[in-house]
């Protein structure tokens, strides 16, 4: 790709181009600068003391400038001279892919001369070109160019002895800022040295890609969170930025990305969780700064950059919220800061309400921006000016109170000179009047909860304390509107169509237009309902009447409201209205933690999968519609994002309205949406049993997750059957039982032939002949290295030795993943290569017409399990071998196959650890209690029976008293009492008793 070598060429020259010129001309410039302006001003001055001190002024000052006009200019050229130098390659390709349509490949590069050949593999270039990992060694140049600009600047100013502080940064059109825009990073670099590499901030769903108001380690999302050894390192103000700015930087994206994709409703309000996860860690890097109060200035000055350079209305809400955090930590010098860059800022938009909202917050000095205000007045002459300070009194003091006269005094007085020239002047003076003499009723919006620790925000008892951001005078009609309803729920004898008046009414006043003031009337409204549920009464019962009328509007606005043949209407409709109390839900759950409520919420969603699950022609054509609806609400709020939710999720999901139905639906069609919850529930499980961290509320919801198993084993087996891969993709090693369980799920149409009967011939059975349904998506974790490609190369070919004595490297995770994940391997990585290569294995057996006699042994999929078996340490054996025993389940070609590969790298094993850890990963999961999986029962029964194992012979199995008793009670349940002469061994017989 021409395009890519171009920008490679252009980053890498620029790069060594402008550090070379800079190290190069700074002196030279310096001597020929003051030799040219001392030869000028001696003509013209002829104190020479006078003459040297301006001389070595002027070269300071413009010294940087001139490097920079240099290092500019020989960038410049360098590019033109690689372009030129690189032109015909540039050519040939374009050419090639106009002419053939393909890439094109220099093969040549690898004959001539010592690279690329010698390159280490991940530089090595491979056909299809260079991988993100490989162009990084060329955008890293530019990285390195800035680096040594940001240090030789910081070395600079330490050297000038003293920095300047500027108060916006360089867009914010301040005149310090356009007068040096380098001095703030120049301030940095003296503090911070070198940089280091950020951690990764990303949000994954599947192997490739890393995933997140409480979302979303979302599918294949990666959590938004920073690591806990970064949190624990004291950072210099410098270092402390860095990182900030990566996460506001991420923060805003997300904002806007949000207000764009306001329709999309799921989207937004995972990106809403994102953004409160990223926020929450601003507090705490601020803390382990060493210089705290400067961080916290410079993040205000980020959050006022970008309050008044961003036209999105959200983006300035968050940059609000950020301020609010700051000003928490030091109240002082925030106020102080943020005033200054509001006073000395150029930009227009401070004359509108974002200044409003910095009053609002007391984040801004009331009577210094009167004051800076009474001054731009200019005896009235300024009527932009004019008509804001007007608004102003009459918005900030006579109307909310905010402030009072004597605050405003400056401004007053100054608007009072102006009022002879003012039309309709007389009910200026009596506004002017009535300013003068108010006095503040109502404290700033923040400040009570100035004293309040950011990082474990406490419960807010204001009434209605959900809706932030929502003024009263929006509020109370809405609550008027909701009592209205509840009143007219709870007459005797109403029928639903007595409330369709009651949506006209919402319909004349705009409050069903399916936009945000919909969104706006059910957050009130379900704010209400959780306010007024914890209001017990003389029963010490919460009381449920708001969340049953509320419940009751969902219902029938569903049913009434819209077209009733737009069925696309409808169910958008209560899709928004879901996500608008999901908007209610999150807050709620992260605020108060502890003391959160679930029963309001699951109330409220019982309810309506009760009505709305109810057989009536009216919603019979939109049933399964609703069912996803609700679903896609369940994956949002799934517990590893919402953990105060966890047990009332699991009661939902498990609901005789919800889960039976979804089984049930025609074609299958709900399968992939329980599918996808039940994942989700074993993600948050599997942080905790992945090292046995059981609490009593993690014990709980254990049990309950092998409750819902169980259902599904005895009614829906083929569903475990279909889906067993994603399900023990996600299911740690340690939970052998659970796993067990999902293994042992058989179609409910097939009768499994007894494990323990004497000489069973199981490669006669004819369900063994027959491929197993997997509707899991076992593909995608391959893409993971470009892993597949590869993979299917040798499979055909069974060339390129190199592949599989590399592979062993690429199931590897980088270090930082592997201390999140708790191993160093990449375990969904290494499932889908087992599966895969097996599946590609018993293709190629079936397709050839000649009977073979061994059919697994010298072949590429052999090679690729005997190398792993050989090459993994202890640990990712384990895991490759749990991978294999994965498939030993119900019969069918894939049990058939996968024990024969146990059985055979038992056989061929040249290191006895190889048979110890088979028959560890084998035994582990025959002694815990039932079910034990059909495949893994004939596995090891000819393993411990089949003379050629010689198993009973190896030191592993007689190694202690304990394991060898435990090996005897295992045969003996297996095949009958065991006899201790080795001759004897492979007389043992099976029983007909079961495990």
């Keep these: 790709d021409e395009q890519k070598m171009r920008r490679a060429a252009h980053l890498m020259v620029q790069s060594l181009a402008g550090s070379l010129a800079l190290v190069t001309c700074k002196e030279p410039l ?163 040295g070198p940089q280091k590499d950020i951690p990764p901030y990303a949000t994954q769903e599947g192997p490739s890609e890393e995933k997140g108001p409480g979302a979303f380690p979302p599918e294949g999302s990666q959590k938004v969170t920073i690591p806990a050894a970064v949190l624990t390192q004291p950072f210099s103000p410098a270092q402390c930025m860095e990182k900030v700015t990566v996460i506001l930087g991420k923060v805003f994206e997300l904002v806007a990305t949000t207000s764009d994709d306001k329709a999309s409703g799921t989207a937004s309000l995972q990106q809403e969780f994102d953004i409160r996860k990223l926020l929450q860690e601003i507090p705490l890097l601020v803390g382990k700064c060493t210089c705290k109060d400067e961080a916290v200035m410079a993040v205000a000055r980020q959050a006022v950059a970008h309050l008044f350079h961003s036209s999105i209305p959200s983006v300035a809400n968050m940059a609000l919220e950020i301020l609010d955090a700051m000003i928490v930590v030091n109240p002082t010098a925030v106020q102080k800061e943020v005033t200054n860059l509001v006073l000395y800022t150029d930009e227009e938009r401070k004359f509108s309400d974002i200044t409003f909202s910095l009053i609002r917050g007391a984040l801004i000095s009331v009577s210094d921006f009167t004051t800076h205000l009474s001054k731009l007045l200019d005896n009235g002459r300024n009527t932009k000016v004019m008509e804001y300070a007007i608004q102003l009194i009459q918005k900030v003091v006579v109307e909310e109170q905010l402030a009072s006269g004597s605050q405003f005094q400056a401004l007053i007085d100054a608007v009072a000179k102006t009022i002879p020239r003012q039309a309709g002047k007389g009910d200026l003076a009596n506004l002017l009047e009535h300013a003068r003499n108010q006095t503040v009723s109502k404290t700033l919006d923040k400040e009570r909860e100035r004293n309040r620790p950011m990082e474990v925000p406490a419960p807010v008892e204001e009434k209605h304390w959900l809706l932030e951001g929502e003024t009263p005078s929006v509020v109370e009609p809405i609550v008027k509107f909701f009592d209205e309803w509840i009143a007219l729920v709870n007459m005797s004898g109403a029928s639903d169509k007595a409330f369709l008046p009651f949506l006209s009414k919402l319909q004349q006043h705009g409050m069903l237009k399916g936009d945000d003031t919909t969104d706006r009337m059910v957050r009130v409204f379900t704010s209400v309902c959780v306010e007024r549920c914890e209001m017990v009464g003389a029963d010490k019962q919460p009381n449920f009447l708001a969340v049953d ?72 054509p939109y049933n399964f519609q609703v069912l996803t609806v609700f679903s896609n609400m369940f994956h949002n709020i799934q517990p590893l994002r919402l953990p105060g939710f966890a047990f009332a999720w699991l009661e939902l999901i498990s609901h005789r309205m919800f889960l039976p139905r979804v089984f049930l639906a ?205 090459d993994l340490d202890a640990e990712g054996r384990y895991l490759f071998l749990n991978a294999i025993a994965n498939q030993l389940r119900y019969p069918n070609n894939h049990t058939h196959y996968f024990s024969c590969v146990l059985l055979y790298l038992f056989a061929e094993a040249n290191h006895e650890i190889i048979q110890e850890q088979i028959t560890r990963v084998l035994l582990e999961r025959l002694i815990v209690a039932r079910p034990h999986p059909w495949g893994l029962l004939i596995t090891f029964i000819e393993l411990i029976k089949n003379p050629r194992y010689n198993f009973w012979s190896h030191s592993f199995v007689r190694c202690a008293p304990d394991i060898e008793r435990l090996f005897e009670s295992v045969a003996r349940s297996c095949l009958g009492p065991p006899k201790h002469s080795e001759d004897d061994a492979t007389d043992l017989q099976p029983t007909s008793s079961s495990t």
């Design 30 to 192: 310096r001597v020929s600068m003051s030799n040219h302006i001392r030869s000028f001003l001696q003509a013209q001055v002829g104190e020479p003391s006078v003459v040297e001190q301006v001389v070595q002024v002027i070269s300071s000052e413009n010294l940087e400038l001139g490097c920079t006009i240099i290092e500019k200019a020989a960038m410049e050229k360098a590019v033109r001279d690689i372009d030129d130098a690189l032109a015909p390659a540039y050519t040939i390709r374009q050419k090639h892919r106009s002419q053939t349509g393909q890439p094109y490949f220099d093969m040549s590069i690898f004959t001539v001369g010592r690279f690329p050949s010698a390159l280490p593999d991940p530089l090595r270039p491979k056909p299809g070109g260079l991988g993100s990992q490989q162009l990084r060694v060329y955008e890293d140049f530019a990285y390195i160019h800035r680096l040594a600009q940001v240090v030789s600047q910081g070395q600079a100013v330490s050297q000038g002895g003293q920095t300047t502080q500027v108060s916006l940064d360089a867009r914010s059109g301040s005149p310090e800022a356009a007068q040096s825009p380098r001095v703030s990073e120049q301030q940095e670099a003296k503090e911070a």
């Design 549 to 620: 009328a509320l419940s009751k509007f969902i219902v029938v606005l569903f049913k009434y409201h819209g077209e009733p043949t737009s069925s696309f209407m409808k169910v958008n409709l209560l899709n928004k209205v879901l996500l608008s109390v999901q908007r209610v839900l999150f807050p709620d759950c992260e605020i108060r933690r502890t003391t959160f409520s679930q029963r309001p919420y699951f109330r409220l969603f019982v309810n309506l999968l009760f009505a709305l699950n109810v057989p009536d022609p009216t919603l019979e």
């Design 666 to 870: 025609k074609g299958q069609k709900g399968w992939p949406l329980f599918q996808r919850l039940l994942v989700d529930l074993l993600h948050l499980l599997e942080t905790y049993l992945r090292n046995a961290e059981l609490n009593e509320a993690i014990r709980l919801l254990y049990k309950g997750t092998l409750r819902v198993l169980l259902v599904l084993l005895h009614d829906f087996p083929e569903f475990l059957c279909d889906y067993h891969f994603s399900f023990c993709d996600v299911i740690p090693p340690t939970c052998i039982q659970m796993r067990n369980l999902i293994l042992s799920a058989f179609p409910r149409n097939m009768r499994l032939p007894d494990p323990f009967t004497p000489n069973l011939k199981v490669d006669l059975l004819p369900e063994i002949r027959e491929p197993p349904r997997i509707l899991s998506n076992y593909t995608v974790a391959l893409g993971y290295n470009g892993l597949r490609q590869d993979l299917d190369i040798y499979l055909k070919t069974r060339g390129h030795l190199s592949f599989i004595l590399e592979l062993r490297n690429r199931l590897l995770l980088p270090a930082q993943e592997a201390q999140a994940a708790g191993t160093r391997y990449n375990v969904p990585v290494i499932n889908a290569l087992v599966l895969y290569v097996g599946i590609q294995a018993v293709a190629q057996t079936q397709s050839k017409s000649a009977q073979i006699t061994s059919p697994i042994t010298h072949s590429a999929p052999m090679d690729i399990f005997q190398q792993l078996a050989i």
